[in-house]
């Protein structure tokens, strides 16, 4: 069975590809490089054994995605990573992001409109959930005004493709719904790289604990939690890789129960900024330097996951605690600051 992963260098994209191969999946990937590198291709080969089959292809070229399908006829599933994630970027340049998340999504969805039969999965974000008005958040919360184009995207996305299914019959889909990704890969061979300043709290941490950063900013202590802090569902990004193996064996053994389905994919348990920074200092045996700071505008104060669709329908279940996930991701910072 072979899969074009697009994104797969990207930090979720590359744990992906290494959990489909360790399943005996052969894997093609396509990235445009914008936001990773080549020497992610090295890191996957040297977890699994194997380099996965890379071709450079910018999705955004509608005639490159078209020779992309023509060329590779012998597709038995599509995961779609490739899109751009930082919410303040989008705000500052809103047709970049509307450009790389939903016209590349089009332009996919165009080829595989053209097949007798295809399975597809979909990057989607707790964030079209907003601030829900009931926790854990079900799949059945209500879609709230998106804060950002970013979120708009993912919320656009998912009506792309749910509008496309109806009428595209031989299309099977699946949205999962992503709450926070952290950490690495055990092996400390791939994990995220950030851009610049991260704007995420975990990255931001271990670059802190590592003397890039001076310290933390805890963004608001004066929300209604248990510590004041906003609550998130950290989950590790090999539990969220394995999510999608889960997800994309449901298609192909032709499981769904419709040929659109979304699926919160997270841990079940909240964790507030203070919770994450302990854990960082308990994994990392070092006190970490931060400050509380003003709120940062747009942050929804709690959310976590109903993990229970995705336990029963995909078989699956996130089994690494917040210790392991950030020791992991502590573990990959060391790596690259070597
Ligand atoms: C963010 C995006 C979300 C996106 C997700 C992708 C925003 C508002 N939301 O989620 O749309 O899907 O990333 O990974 O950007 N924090 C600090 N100090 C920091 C950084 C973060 O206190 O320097 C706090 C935040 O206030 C928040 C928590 O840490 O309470 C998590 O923040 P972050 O990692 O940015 O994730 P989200 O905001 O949940």
């Known amino acids: 069975m ?36 080549l020497k992610v291709l090295e890191g996957i080969t040297e977890i699994t054994g194997k380099a996965p089959e890379f071709e450079k292809t910018d999705l955004r070229d509608k005639s490159a995605v078209s ?14 990573f ?7 970027e989008s705000v500052a340049n809103p047709l970049l992001y509307y450009e790389n998340n ?4 089009v332009y996919v969805l165009q080829e595989l409109s053209k097949l007798e039969q295809a399975n597809f999965i979909f990057s989607s974000s707790c964030t079209v959930y907003g601030q829900a008005d009931e926790l854990p958040i079900t799949e059945n919360a209500p879609v709230k005004a998106a804060e950002s184009p970013y979120g708009n995207t993912k919320q656009i996305g998912e009506e792309i493709i749910r509008d496309t299914t109806r009428v595209n019959e031989q299309i099977a889909a699946i949205s999962l719904r992503y709450f926070n990704p952290i950490g690495a890969h055990p092996s400390a061979a791939i994990g995220e790289l950030p851009i610049g300043v991260p ?32 609550i998130r569902d950290y989950i590790h990004v090999v539990d969220l890789a394995k999510a999608h193996v889960s997800a994309l064996e449901r298609l192909l053994k032709k499981k769904s129960d419709s040929n ?17 920074i302990e854990s960082f200092e308990r994994v990392s045996g070092n006190k ?16 976590f996951a109903d993990t229970s669709l995705a336990n029963k329908q995909l078989n699956w279940k996130a089994e690494s605690t917040l210790d392991e996930a950030m020791a992991s991701a502590w573990l990959w910072e060391q790596k690259i600051r070597n």
């Open 199 to 230: 704007q995420n709290l975990v990255p931001f941490i271990t670059q802190t604990g590592a003397g890039i950063r001076e310290k933390l900013s805890v963004f608001g202590n004066d929300y209604p939690t248990r510590d004041g802090t906003c």
């Open 102 to 105: 939903i016209n590349t999504l």
């Open 82 to 88: 490739a899109a751009s994630k930082a919410v303040g």
């Open 67 to 80: 020779a992309l399908f023509k060329k590779h006829k012998d597709l038995d599933g599509v995961i779609h």
């Open 260 to 276: 659109y389905e979304v699926f919160n994919i997270g841990t079940g348990t909240g964790s507030t900024v203070m919770e994450v």
């Open 2 to 37: 072979k899969i074009l992963v697009t994104g797969g260098l990207g930090f979720i994209g590359s744990h992906t590809v290494v959990e489909l191969q360790q399943r005996g999946f052969e894997v093609l990937i396509v990235d445009n490089l914008s936001n990773s590198s």
């Open 288 to 303: 970490l330097n931060y400050q509380i700071a003003d709120r940062r505008p747009g942050d929804v104060i709690a959310a």
